[in-house]
């Protein structure tokens, strides 16, 4: 049971560390843009957000959805929505490995989304929420 804690434990701090750094990462450009643009700072950086947290949402159901045909092969893995056309090779049908993955990797970046949008709204000066 206590490896059972510390294991996951050891995934919410990976999250955290994650979602800290796509923040920090989607701030500074953000601020640039707004430096650069002239724009005002808090709404360039609530923009910013918004914008990364929709495009993680959106990539993320795309992930999720690919159908469960997948490439065989060494080519590597068939694109993001799981195209024969992008990789080649014969189809087979996803394992069970394969079908976890994505739901996994889907779900980190709808995670990822809604974290994005939840610090847009707070940062962003038009819902006065600080």
Do not use: E, H, K, N
Request: hydrophobic share 50%.
């Amino acid at each position: 049971m206590r490896a059972w804690g510390q294991r996951y434990a050891a995934g919410l701090r990976r999250l955290v560390i994650l979602i800290a750094g796509v923040d920090a990462i989607t701030a500074a450009a953000s601020l640039a843009l707004g430096l650069v643009l002239g724009a005002d700072l808090r709404r360039s950086v609530a923009l910013g957000f918004y914008l990364v947290g929709s495009a993680l949402l959106v990539v993320g159901v795309l992930y999720g959805v690919r159908p469960p045909v997948r490439t065989t092969g060494d080519q590597g893995s068939g694109g993001l929505l799981g195209s024969l056309a992008a990789g080649g090779g014969s189809a087979r049908w996803a394992s069970a490995d394969d079908l976890r993955d994505s739901l996994s990797t889907s779900a980190l970046f709808i995670t990822l989304g809604l974290a994005c949008l939840a610090v847009g709204i707070v940062v962003d000066p038009r819902d006065g929420l600080f």
